[in-house]
């Protein structure tokens, strides 16, 4: 037996909500571009976000601890399959399109540049004159400008509600521009909300995971929270020593609720407001992806702890300002003499001009190569 598109696309007719996006009523690509046979347009999607150099490059970039502090710890990579996993749960338990929702979230930190936030608001400051730099922007660049695969278009020429999603991605943290042809006035669609809820779930409880990991946090001092605090109690930690199987077990729980919640809440709003379709979602002046209010309030508690003990901690700002450190030195160092950049970034200053350019050749950047660009530059002895 064989499932062709068409068979796809009628099963989501049928399988999904009302208000789920469906590939056989996509807005289309930018690009003419025939359709796959066996792959919807929004399968498709994922699978060339997932071909990406972008894509791959997120393996050497730091989520909360520089690669080369350990094998262990999350990266950009694994926390991005982490959040893809998540949001499909999500998704599927709401009666979404998982297929819009894994495109987003696969995405969603393709221009996150090297070291984290402190590589953001490095290129940010770098950039405050020109524009400045904003990571969910730079994803959507990437997909629709930076990688070039193919000969008849820049980007990845992605269906409009794929692109949609990336530009409208937020988080308490994390915004964007959205351009003029997205309709800025409208929220995004189901999938991207729930692609927004699976970011933020997804760092709260696996940051914890590598703080408690690395040492950086002590277990003892969860019990206080009310949240993490109560499944503490559930699983039987009342103090000391936190042995590797119980930290699995409360990481596993607090995933776990947190997902629950969301899809009772979700479900809850979506009832009330009685939504019947795409436009119903989007046309709304909140998102109705979310948590409930008392998960909320001991989220916001979560998050305030992670800030005062894991990324304030003393060893972490050291890093991060070493990042701060090595990000500026190269910036300044292409800028003031850019015969040092690779002949094909300086090709591209015409088109975006120079400041642009080199921005985007540094925020391509791993980890690793970040800092072996600056021992080529700034070491006596390293070769250049």
């Known amino acids: 037996m064989r ?72 990266t950009r990579l694994t926390h991005t399959l982490e959040v893809a996993q998540i949001g499909r749960t999500l998704a599927r338990a ?45 994803s959507f660049r990437v997909v629709t400008d930076l ?16 692109r949609e999603g990336i530009i409208k991605h937020e988080t308490e943290y994390d915004t964007s521009t959205v351009e003029a042809k997205y309709q800025p006035e409208l929220r995004g669609s189901i999938e991207a909300q729930i692609a927004n809820v699976a970011d933020e779930l997804a760092y709260n409880a696996h940051d914890l995971d590598d703080g408690l990991r690395s040492g950086l946090l002590h277990p003892e001092q969860m019990l206080d929270l009310a949240f993490v605090g109560a499944v503490c109690r559930e699983i039987g930690y009342q103090g000391g020593d936190l042995a590797e199987m119980t930290r699995h077990r409360l990481i596993r729980q607090i995933v776990g609720l947190q997902i629950t919640d969301v ?94 350019a080199t921005t985007d050749y540094i925020a391509g950047m791993t980890d690793r190569y970040a800092l072996q660009e600056w021992e080529r530059l700034f070491a006596p002895f390293e070769r250049p």
């Open 263 to 356: 899809v009772e809440a979700t479900c809850q709003a979506i009832d009330a407001v009685g939504v019947q379709s795409v436009e119903d979602v989007q046309g709304l002046s909140y998102n109705l992806v979310k948590h409930s209010d008392e998960f909320k309030a001991m989220n916001r508690e979560h998050k305030n702890f992670l800030y005062q003990n894991l990324y304030y901690h003393y060893r972490v700002v050291r890093m991060s300002r070493k990042a701060q450190r090595f990000l500026t030195e190269l910036f300044e160092a292409y800028i003031e003499a850019p015969a040092q950049l690779p002949p094909s970034v300086r090709q591209k200053f015409e088109e975006r001009g120079q400041y642009r």
């Open 3 to 74: 499932v062709t598109r068409q068979q796809l696309e009628a099963f989501e007719q049928q399988a999904l909500a009302p208000y789920a996006l469906k590939s056989a009523e996509s807005k289309g690509r930018d690009y003419p571009d025939t359709e796959p046979d066996y792959r919807t347009a929004f399968q498709r999607d994922r699978d060339r976000i997932l071909h990406t150099t972008a894509f791959r490059r997120l393996e050497y970039k730091t989520q909360v601890f520089v690669n080369f502090e350990g094998d262990y710890y999350r």
């Open 147 to 162: 990688e070039r695969r193919y000969p008849d278009w820049p980007g990845l020429n992605l269906s409009f509600e794929i």
């Open 94 to 138: 709401i009666g979404a399109n998982e297929d819009v929702v894994e495109a987003i979230c696969l995405a969603h930190d393709l221009g996150h540049p090297p070291f984290g936030h402190a590589g953001e608001s490095t290129l940010n400051a770098c950039m405050k004159d020109y524009g400045g730099f904003n990571h969910n922007h730079q």
